[in-house]
């Protein structure tokens, strides 16, 4: 089928790659979802089609992840960077501050947004180094009395992750912007206040955003909060207050059914594994050739930032690796270099096709 036949390997580091039979059952049901006789771009979001399909996302959301009626999950608009803002006008306290770890743009991003609403605190950062790691525990002061403590568990554009979550100090909420690694493995959810992402990476098309919000945290959001910004609202209405972005749930239910039919996330978390591991033995076994941003013990899974000996070699790289069908490599301006994403719907063989091309490229200009 051309769908498949024409595609290209996409490294894009979002909106990126969505799994093909994913992307086939959209054109299926494009003119007939269901048997109503229209797409689901076409239908209301109070019938009972969208009410399967919202309800069987969060169903098959809550199994994979192993979400309780402890938290709520929301399918919001606005980005993650909405969420940004969203947090400290539902969970701080007037007057009390909240505590954020820089491990990068995303961080520095959310800490910014933070700011401009009340007070907040850097509890730690790696931009000594040029976020090419994530802070140790020790390394971290954190404020017993934080209105939560705020962390990027992944780091899309310096490629680093967390391999472990920070332990937040009693009884303060760890939250965690998850938007590059949401659901590429397994996570305890039951550890987080809040856990929140953009769809458009691992989970779906951009316009939806989730949010798992421990629901006991719900009684401290203020009342007054415009109603789109009221986590309390949000959550009572089941996401349902106003239209949602009905056509990127849809998507993204079909993503999670692909996920739980995959094997579910620690089947997911060892292809994401095999295939980072492939590349990180490229870079490591090139004699130098190509050198990875990221330090070893912080190496993000998702995000594999690395460099060549020369700028000039890098624009080459760019141009000659997206002839060869090898899209969306080149890296954030940040940080230079080049960036393959390699999120869950990414199959291994493109990881194959990107190491066969470094090398053949090391072989012409080593
Ligand atoms: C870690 C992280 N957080 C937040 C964002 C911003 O997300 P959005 O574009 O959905 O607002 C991004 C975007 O790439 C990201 O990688």
Redesign the pocket.
Known sequence: MPVTTQRIHNFS??PAVLPVTVLEKVQADLLDHAGTGMSVMEMSHRSAAFEAIIGGAEADLRALAGITDDHAVLFLQ???????AMLPMNLRAAGASADYVLT?H??K??LKEAEKLGPSRVAGSSEGTKFDRIPSAAELSLDPKAAYLHF?S????YGTEWKGEPSAPAGVPLVC????DILSRPADVAKYGVLY??A??NLGP?GV?IVIVRRDLLARVPSGLPAMLDYRLQAESRSLYNTPPAFAIYVVGLVLKWLLASGGLAEVLRRNQEKAELLYRAIDGSGGFYRGHAQADSRSLMNVTFRLPSEDLEKAFVKQSTAAGLDGLKGHRSVGGLRASLYNALPREAVEALVAFMGEFRRKNG
Not at 78 to 84: A, N, P
Not at 154 to 157: A, D, G, L, P, S
Not at 177 to 180: F, G, N, R, Y
């Open positions: 580091a979002g606005g980005g993650g960077t909405l969420q940004f990068g995303w961080s991003a959310a990027t992944n780091n899309t554009i912007d998850a938007s590059s992402g953009g458009q990476k951009a955003t």
